[in-house]
């Protein structure tokens, strides 16, 4: 039996998995399920309680903890799912999933890069480009996708690309060996074929960027350092946060990254739910370029490599400044030996301006307050590319997500004397594709309880009659969405539109139902033609908005397996039942897309481009929840009286 240190660190049903919980999981299966060693763990993860226990649950009470394990048997090309009774170390469930392709995982990129490297056809192609040293080329996996070809329907794939560096510290992205594809099946780990398109030279300069090649900095910033003397005004148990008048859950999964659970704000006492869970559902990155090497190129970043699987270590960056609370992220390599991400999860406090302000002209009195908001975040490298989620909140009981996309974008070589259509060049003989990112979020909101509804807004120019004799007239008009076609939509320059998360049966002190207001920020619509493979794979990026009832088997936004998936599940599915949303558990979806048309600047490496969304408290409160936060000390006034700045 698991030791009972271990369920003493555990105060919430919704904390992520311990090490001491991940072991157990794995012996279990391996005794009861005489795993072979072609086995792989694809992920060890909490399987979340019902909504119900979790809403019930009081503190220091006993807490029944499962496992859902993903497994993939190379042997066999078979997929399962578990679902492992941690303290009876039992399998309660056992599933084979026909068909499918799980997350490739973190070994497979290693190894498949051996493979690569080791095949004798792939060193062979590698002939024309002069590499006297294998070890130099870099591989990066890169999932198969599907394209209508029997292999991609029966085999796990891989279709990795291939870099050469100058020496091991270089930036071999600069160096993209454009005419050669290896093909490698991840179930045998071998090469079953070399594709080659012709030969395009290397590009002829390096592109560095780390701080040890570079031999020019600039020299003109001083220190700038953020002191929290008395330390931060947040408190932490366990992965349970409070935070002025906030409280939520951090969670961490393999698939997803990080996660936020239980988020509440205390308003005049009261405890009131906001969002029952929150977090990146799928992602998908298509490349816009026909060309035979290009065309295949997309990823699903959430379903065919894992979010989490990816986070960094932040310990050994700058990527937060004050005091900064970390909290690690436990998982399983693929042969199901414990893994922990050291400060996988930065939390910390920072200045954000002006909260708000208004000077009475007569007194000549400013009153102003500073804006802290909490940030909650995690980074993740997915081969080339970083993206960073950045969760908000802030005093005014604004909730806002940031994605930051940065890193080294997906080159390809160039015929030298040449323009690309299909994108830009970024230095002699090398060019990046365009491209989009797209990101689903899921938000399962409670606001105030689990009954709520939806109602799409657009500010409307009014009639032209004797009423609006100025022609100056308009207003928003809201359209309650009874069922799931009917929310299906896109974000709309023309009517201003948001989305009203309400609860009818809570009135705010003007007779109105509590809601709060979901904006998108920068968005886009995929070129790619509705016929395109990954589209059809992708279904959630044809609207920007969905909603749907709860149900706790819908979660990701692609379906539960995207890699090699065919298309039609997820989000383009399950509504296609046109579920009623009115007044129940309701899950708001939401679709975001940064279209990428790459510029000079973009490289060697990428200064961050943003991408997010807000959620603002729509009649939630009875005022300004934020009137209440305090004038900050002065700085300039030695007499210790109120600050104006
Ligand atoms: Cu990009």
Not at 18 to 28: D, G, L, M, N, R
Not at 551 to 564: L, S, W
């Amino acid at each position: 039996m698991l030791d009972t240190l271990v369920s003493k660190k555990i105060n919430h049903p919704l904390q992520p998995l311990v090490p001491e919980e991940i072991a157990s999981v794995v012996q279990t299966l391996r005794t009861e399920k005489h795993l072979g060693k072609e086995v792989r763990f694809i992920s060890v993860a909490l399987k979340e309680p019902s909504k119900q226990e979790v809403n019930d649950f009081k503190s220091n009470q006993e807490i029944g903890r499962k496992a859902f394990v993903v497994l993939f048997d190379n042997l066999v090309n078979e997929c399962y799912e578990a679902i492992v009774s941690i303290y009876d170390e039992t399998v309660l469930a056992w599933k084979h999933i026909p068909g499918v392709q799980p997350t490739m995982s973190a070994d497979e990129q290693i190894e498949c890069e051996a493979a690569v490297l080791n095949s004798e056809k792939f060193r062979e192609a590698l002939k024309a480009y002069g590499v006297n040293d294998i070890s130099l080329v870099m591989v990066d996996i890169w999932s198969a996708g599907y394209y209508g070809n029997e292999e991609e329907g029966t085999m796990r794939l891989a279709r990795p690309l291939c870099f050469l560096r100058t020496d091991p510290t270089d930036n071999g992205y600069a160096r993209p060996i454009e005419g050669v594809r290896p093909v490698v099946d991840l179930n045998t780990m071998k090469v079953i074929r070399v594709e080659e398109y012709g030969f395009v030279p290397l590009p002829p300069e390096p592109g560095n960027y780390a701080a040890h090649r570079m031999t020019n900095f600039r020299s003109d910033i001083k220190p700038l350092e953020i002191t929290q003397p008395d330390g931060p005004s947040f408190t932490v148990e366990g992965y349970q946060v409070s935070w002025q008048k906030w409280n939520f859950v951090i969670g961490f999964n393999p698939r997803e990254g990080l996660t936020l659970h239980q988020l509440s704000y205390k308003d005049k006492g009261e405890v009131r739910s906001i969002l029952y869970r929150a977090s990146l559902s799928e992602m998908v990155v298509p490349y816009g370029d026909p060309t035979d090497t290009q065309k295949r190129k997309n990823a699903f970043d959430t379903g065919e490599y894992g979010m989490g699987t990816c986070a960094n270590s932040l310990e050994l960056g700058c990527d937060c400044l004050g005091y900064i609370r970390y909290f690690d992220a436990h998982m399983t390599d693929s042969r199901g030996n414990p893994l922990t991400i050291k400060n996988a999860i930065c939390m910390h406090e920072e200045d954000y301006g002006i909260l708000w302000k208004h000077t009475d002209r007569r007194l000549n009195k400013p009153e102003v307050r500073r804006s802290r908001r909490l940030v909650i975040s995690s980074v993740s490298t997915v081969e080339n590319y970083e993206y960073g989620f950045f969760w908000y909140l802030y005093q005014d009981g604004n909730i806002q997500l940031e994605i930051k996309l940065t890193g080294i974008l997906s080159l390809a070589a160039f015929q030298p004397g040449l323009k690309p259509k299909y994108g830009n060049l970024v230095a002699p003989g090398l060019y990046a594709p365009n491209h989009q990112h797209f990101f689903n979020v899921r938000c399962d909101f409670d606001l105030d309880g689990e009954e709520n509804a939806v109602y799409e807004v657009n500010v409307v120019a009014d009639e032209l009659d004797e009423r609006n004799s100025f022609e100056n007239a308009f207003y928003a008009k809201s359209t309650l969405l009874e069922t799931e076609s009917q929310a299906r939509a896109n974000l709309n320059l023309a009517s201003s539109r948001y989305w009203k998360i309400v609860n009818h049966k809570r009135k705010n002190r003007v007779g109105e139902p509590v809601a709060y207001k979901f904006l998108g920020g920068d968005n886009c619509i995929p070129f790619a033609s509705k016929n395109a493979w990954w589209r059809k794979r992708a279904g959630f990026v044809e609207h920007h908005v969905w909603v749907t009832p709860f149900d706790e088997k819908e979660n990701y936004a692609a379906g539960d397996y995207p890699n090699q998936s065919q298309g039609g599940d997820g989000l383009i599915k399950w509504t296609a039942n046109d579920r009623p949303i009115n007044d129940t558990d309701i899950v708001f979806w939401y679709t975001m897309g940064h279209t990428h048309i790459p510029r000079p600047e973009d490289y060697p490496v990428m200064p961050t481009a943003y991408i997010g969304f807000l959620l603002k408290p729509l009649g939630f409160f009875d005022e300004n929840p934020a009137n209440d936060v305090p004038p900050s000390p002065s700085k300039s006034a030695s007499n210790g009286k109120s600050c104006c700045h």
